[in-house]
């Protein structure tokens, strides 16, 4: 079985100059859960809800120098704020990891669990095809075997 034949062909994508706040808005009206980052039509990034929630939390040193960050949901709420502003190129994940249409889908699976991403683009010629999930793959060998 090939991606090409369980991938999903409406993908949801954002530009890479669009801010968090404009990525957060269109992952919550899809109801999804990472987008493609496009350029000049092509794909050049991941950004996911984990990333944008890794980039509100307090970095390593600044819980070290200060307990009260990691319990401060004021000082967690004032950093979401100002990130409303940054550029998704800036925290997107790049280059993004990806499958071919005709790929097997254990092979991609395989690369999913690997590479610890739950979903990636389906990009043939340069040009974004569909994206397929972790989700999608065991849906499949799940209704496979029963």
């Known amino acids: 079985m090939k991606v090409g034949e369980i991938m999903t062909k409406e993908v949801h994508t954002i530009g890479h100059a669009q801010t968090l706040k404009e990525c957060a808005e269109v992952m919550n009206r899809h109801h999804a859960n990472g987008l493609v980052v496009m350029e000049d039509g092509k794909p050049i990034g991941v950004i996911t809800k984990a990333d944008i929630f890794k980039a509100i939390l307090p970095r390593y040193p600044d819980i ?65 095809v569909g994206i397929i999930t972790l989700t999608d793959i065991i849906n499949h060998l799940l209704n496979k075997i029963k």
């Open 64 to 128: 070290i120098e200060d307990e009260r960050h990691m319990t401060d949901l004021e000082y967690i709420e004032e950093r979401a704020h100002k990130l409303y502003e940054v550029k998704v190129r800036e925290i997107m994940g790049t280059p993004p990891i990806t499958a071919s249409s005709d790929m097997p889908i254990i092979r991609a699976g395989s690369q999913m669990i690997l590479r610890r991403v739950k979903q990636v683009p389906v990009v043939d010629k340069d040009r974004l």
